[in-house]
């Protein structure tokens, strides 16, 4: 599974992610986090807590239109778009 898709089963299944120091809680519904998927999310760890410090960030629905405004850590470029973050905050 690859970060994008980790993180949008995260958001379909309505796990929520919170930071705490240096580390992220997640809270779920009971039978959402299987074995397999925590040891993906464990694989992952850096990331979705660099995701969860930046505050409101979305899934960029015009990749290609946005490529240049991708930005953060190696595996969310191709998830993140910071226009998009924008657009959500003016919103």
């Given at each position: ?44 760890s850096a ?6 410090r930046l ?35 003016a919103a």
């Amino acid at each position: 599974m690859t970060f994008d898709e980790l993180v949008s089963y995260l958001r379909a299944k309505g796990v929520k992610i919170y930071d705490e120091g240096d580390k992220f809680r997640l809270q779920a519904p009971q039978g959402i986090i299987s074995p397999q998927i925590l040891e993906i999310i464990t694989q992952y760890s850096a990331d979705l807590l660099y995701l969860v410090r930046l505050g409101d960030v979305r899934v960029c629905p015009e990749r290609t239109a946005h490529r240049d405004s991708w930005r953060y850590s190696q595996a969310a470029h191709a998830f993140v778009c910071k226009m998009c973050r924008k657009e959500e905050k003016a919103a």
